[in-house]
């Protein structure tokens, strides 16, 4: 896995270029700014991109806006936020984009590199990764789509998890049910979201990206 890194604190970024390097991920770049995060994606083409929403020269949301530009020029690129914020909405545009592989953690909330790097790896491979704190901010957003004001609370929890990126069984296990309760959760989310199958099988995917896309409409 190929990554570019921008983050404008020096240490931080030293310090993901030397933690990631240790896992076996090779940092094509490490920048500092959202101009020189885009040109190394352009040189590069990594597999993913991990961006701090702050970046100079205004210190607001260079790297939001710079990740959703990502997606439009490289879609094969995935992109990871990794921030101390939470902005609501060019995370709502970032994630609800329609595509996949796209990721938003929190810095103070990430413990464990291990953790980091596997959800690297889904946003890399296509998947999701978002924080909870992330979900529920952009959960709260609006209220104004109908069809997902009819999920469950608990189909909303589902839904929630699917967007971290767990798998059918760790939601059962989470919630101390069968994995087959849980697919009976997910076929409801389903069919309320209006996502009939389909040979790309990515509508868990989309369910999530479903969902976050209306709250930011």
């Known amino acids: 896995m190929r990554v570019v890194i921008a983050e404008d604190s020096s240490i931080l970024r030293d310090g993901l270029v030397q933690l990631l390097g240790m896992r076996g991920v090779e940092v094509a770049a490490a920048v500092g700014d959202a101009e020189a995060l885009l040109a190394a994606v352009a040189?590069?083409?990594?597999d993913a991109a991990?961006?701090?929403?702050?970046?100079?020269?205004t210190q607001t949301d260079?790297?939001?806006?710079?990740?959703?530009?990502?997606?439009r020029t490289a879609p094969g690129t995935g992109v990871l936020i990794f921030s101390q914020y939470v902005e609501t909405k060019y995370a709502a545009q970032l994630i609800g984009d329609g595509g996949a592989g796209v990721g938003y953690?929190?810095?103070e909330r990430v413990v464990d590199?291990?953790?980091?790097?596997?959800a690297l790896e889904r946003v890399a491979a296509g998947g999701t990764a978002l924080d909870p704190e992330v979900v529920a901010q952009l959960f709260g957003a609006s209220r104004r789509a109908a069809a997902l004001d009819a999920l469950t609370p608990r189909e909303r929890e589902v839904?929630?998890?699917m967007a971290e990126g767990?798998?059918?069984h760790a939601i059962a296990e989470g919630f101390g049910v069968s994995?087959?309760?849980?697919?009976?959760?997910?076929?409801?989310?389903?069919?309320?979201?209006?996502?009939?199958?389909?040979?790309?099988?990515h509508r868990r995917v989309l369910a999530v990206l479903r969902y976050l896309d209306r709250q930011a409409s």
């Open 159 to 161: 839904l929630g998890l």
């Open 50 to 57: 991990v961006v701090d929403i702050r970046l100079p020269p």
């Open 62 to 71: 260079e790297g939001l806006r710079a990740a959703v530009q990502i997606r």
């Open 43 to 46: 040189e590069h083409r990594p």
């Open 179 to 201: 994995e087959r309760a849980v697919e009976k959760h997910i076929a409801n989310i389903f069919a309320k979201l209006d996502l009939p199958p389909s040979e790309s099988g």
């Open 166 to 168: 767990r798998t059918n």
């Open 105 to 107: 953690l929190l810095k």
């Open 113 to 118: 590199i291990g953790e980091f790097v596997n």
